[in-house]
T-cell receptor, first 113, second 115 residues
Framework: GESVGLHLPTLSVQEGDNSIINCAYSNSASDYFIWYKQESGKGPQFIID?????DKRQGQRVTVLLNKTVKHLSLQIAATQPGDSAVYFC????????????FGPGTRLSVLP | ETGVTQTPRHLVMGMTNKKSLKCEQH?????MYWYKQSAKKPLELMFV???????ENNSVPSRFSPECPNSSHLFLHLHTLQPEDSALYLC??????????????FGQGTRLTVV
């Protein structure tokens, strides 16, 4: 797990509880957002995405909420499991205008037994 | 596996050495990226290649030299690095800017230690 920052925000949740991870994005012109999960010793892996014409999107056990007014993104994980322990990053992009994903600093999620 | 393979997984090099990192993607993507992930900063974009052409150099020092011989391969040539360059170097690929799904797929990274 040394691939992430020493001063990452950390969220600790009990196994079985729901987790909510928050992200403030920087560019009001961004119209495409992704949540990535990075486990120790691995590269970031795609979890779920959302476009700016939506304010909510659901996947398997995960939900992403987008509030464009305050430039805020959240990731909700239902019934958190030990395998969910990782660092979670949000990334923003502008479709058809640029392809350079800008990543947030990340949040470390620790699932307690 | 994400379809993006990086080698080596770990590399230790002296400040006078020259080494190269390799990335290969089997996804048919047109865009490839180098990112740096260090202990003190979030993911930092270094270089972007789109259809083998470098489209972005994010103020990266010249001791890092990228090469993209074709759409499937990306290299990062390293020379006279500094200890502060020690980090996880991540390669990613995506379809590119035109199409709908522009999710970036990442490799496992190369853990670089400069001694």
């Amino acid at each position: 797990g040394e691939s992430v920052g020493l001063h990452l925000p950390t969220l600790s949740v009990q196994e079985g509880d729901n987790s909510i991870i928050n992200c403030a994005y920087s560019n009001s012109a961004s119209d495409y957002f992704i949540w990535y999960k990075q486990e120790s010793g691995k590269g970031p892996q795609f979890i779920i995405d959302i476009r700016s014409n939506m304010d909510k999107r659901q996947g398997q056990r995960v939900t992403v909420l987008l509030n464009k007014t305050v430039k805020h993104l959240s990731l909700q994980i239902a019934a958190t499991q030990p395998g969910d322990s990782a660092v979670y990053f949000c990334a923003e992009n502008i479709l058809l205008g640029g392809q350079n994903f800008v990543f947030g600093p990340g949040t470390r999620l620790s699932v307690l037994p | 596996e994400t379809g993006v393979t990086q080698t080596p997984r770990h590399l230790v090099m002296g400040m006078t050495n020259k080494k190269s990192l390799k990335c290969e993607q089997h996804l048919g993507h047109n865009a490839m990226y180098w990112y740096k992930q260090s202990a003190k900063k979030p993911l930092e974009l270094m270089f972007v290649y789109n259809f083998k052409e470098q489209t972005e150099n994010n103020s990266v020092p010249s001791r890092f030299s990228p090469e993209c011989p074709n759409s499937s391969h990306l290299f990062l040539h390293l020379h006279t690095l500094q200890p502060e360059d020690s980090a996880l170097y991540l390669c990613a690929s995506s379809q590119g800017r035109i199409v709908e799904d522009t999710e970036a797929f990442f490799g496992q990274g190369t853990r670089l230690t400069v001694v």
